[in-house]
């Protein structure tokens, strides 16, 4: 616990980097990862009671003129204003930042994406930024469980994590994100080629490699399993990072957005046209006729101390192939 205003006794019962302890918990429809991610809203806090009489310790404190929380004009008094919070905010504060990422999108040469994947392209740059971070390793601590379950009971509470906008909306030197889409019917396959940099070629560091895969399914309201689509990405041909990090390995197959992050720090040889080769499958499902649109976005990244040209020489390898659209 920790005092949010020692005046007032106000307190909040969880650190404040975790998720408020209300939070419901139980993850999405098949083992699939939910929620897709959290992000900061504003916890409700507590006032300790110090009445014998009363069984409760706590009671939620009801404090509209002090934080935490977001603030806005009062509906009360034109020329006051109040804090709010809860999981309407953060929603609110996460889509301003996804809307950010139109005016991105409209800037990636050679992409043409069009308008009916704007959607697909969001959800897939938005969950593409996550990751567990601090919050993920302080509820692994607390959770004296091992292996899948503890993993999967994380997802339950954070999804794929916290969100960091910026990591997408821009490449540096040392990060460099390609984005690809197009639509697969059942049984079909898709290969997407990340060109693998030559300044990694041998090289002793720590490189991570974070995949995500977005789509929307269409329904099938008559069967228990009622999504009619079944996308998922596999890669292949190169293991300059092969340790999973964050959500466990099945979880994230299970639904509508697939995201992966890999490290690895070996020194790995290899061909100077040789790519990280990414494959989208469509599995086959019962009643599926339409195809199905979906957006690949994958990111190859080093520490920005190691000083390697990642940026520059992706980017000419990609402009030799067919052109691939590569975010700036």
Not at 115 to 137: F, N, Q, R, T
Not at 166 to 184: D, N
């Amino acid at each position: 616990m920790s005092v949010v205003d020692a005046t007032d006794k106000r307190i909040d019962v969880s650190d404040s980097s975790m998720p408020a302890t209300y939070t419901a918990l139980g993850g999405g429809y098949g083992k699939s990862i939910k929620p897709d991610l959290v992000y900061n809203g504003g916890k409700l806090t507590y006032q300790e009671i110090f009445i014998d009489s009363s069984d409760a310790t706590f009671r939620v404190s009801t404090m509209p003129a002090k934080t935490p929380g977001q603030k806005v004009a009062s509906p009360f008094n034109p020329t006051s204003t109040v804090y709010v919070r809860g999981t309407s905010n953060a929603t609110a504060i996460v889509s301003r930042l996804a809307s950010d990422f139109i005016k991105v999108i409209s800037q990636i040469p050679h992409l043409n994406l069009p308008d009916e994947l704007m959607a697909i392209a969001i959800k897939a740059m938005l969950v593409h930024s996550c990751s567990w971070g601090e919050i993920g390793e302080k509820l692994e601590e607390s959770l004296e469980l091992k292996g899948s379950l503890k993993k999967q009971i994380i997802s339950n509470w954070i999804g794929y994590g916290m969100p960091d906008v910026e990591r997408v909306k821009e490449c540096t030197q040392q990060r460099v994100t390609l984005m690809g889409y197009g639509s697969i019917s059942q049984g079909q396959e898709v290969m997407f080629n990340y060109p693998l940099p030559s300044c990694l070629n041998s090289i002793t560091c720590k490189k991570k490699l974070t995949i995500t895969l977005a789509w929307f399914s269409p329904i099938n309201s008559g069967n228990k399993i009622y999504r009619k689509a079944r996308l998922v990405f596999t890669q292949k041909n190169h293991n300059i990072a092969d340790q999973r990090l964050d959500a466990y390995y099945h979880s994230v197959k299970r639904g509508t957005v697939q995201h992966e992050i890999l490290i690895g720090e070996k020194a790995i040889p290899f061909l100077d046209n040789d790519n990280i080769e990414i494959i989208v499958s469509c599995s086959k499902e019962e009643g599926l006729t339409e195809s199905i649109p979906y957006v690949l976005l994958a990111t190859l990244e080093v520490a920005p101390e190691e000083m390697l040209p990642l940026y520059d020489e992706i980017k000419a390898k990609v402009e030799i192939q067919t052109q691939v659209p590569i975010m700036q």
